[in-house]
């Protein structure tokens, strides 16, 4: 099983808005950022917006302004929330937490992702 679960996805209009979410199936610390990924058919996979530890967040220059990652701890949830989607926003979505297990160490862990469809 993978160690984080994606949920959130779907088929959206142009436009239109869709909320992802991503949580840990497993025990994790250490966590220094989490973040959100995509893969489109046919293309390499993308960096789209992180969270880190500290509260800073970085986005990607296509979704800058449109999306918008938080994180909850309460949930041990991070979430996406996509606005004006455009159909060049279809792909599968990626959650990564990067985690620190041991000094010098960095560790990727990876969801199974979530198919997001914007298409009229």
């Known amino acids: 099983q993978a160690p984080l679960v994606e949920s959130g996805g779907g088929l959206v209009q142009p436009g239109g808005s869709l909320r992802l979410s991503c949580t840990a199936s497993?025990?994790?610390?250490?966590?220094?950022?989490r973040n959100w990924y995509r893969q489109a058919p046919g293309s390499e996979r993308e960096f789209v917006a992180s969270?880190?530890?500290?509260?800073?967040?970085n986005y990607a220059d296509s979704v800058s302004g449109r999306f918008t990652i938080s994180r909850d701890y309460a949930k041990n949830m991070v979430s996406l929330q996509m606005n004006n989607l455009k159909p060049e926003d279809t792909a599968v979505y990626y959650c990564?937490?990067?985690?620190?297990?041991?000094?010098?160490?960095?560790?990727?862990?990876w969801g199974q992702g979530t198919q997001v469809t914007v298409s009229s």
């Open positions: 990564m937490w990067q985690t620190i297990p041991s000094i010098g160490k960095k560790l990727d862990n």
């Open positions: 497993v025990s994790m610390s250490h966590v220094i950022t």
């Open positions: 969270i880190h530890s500290s509260g800073t967040t």
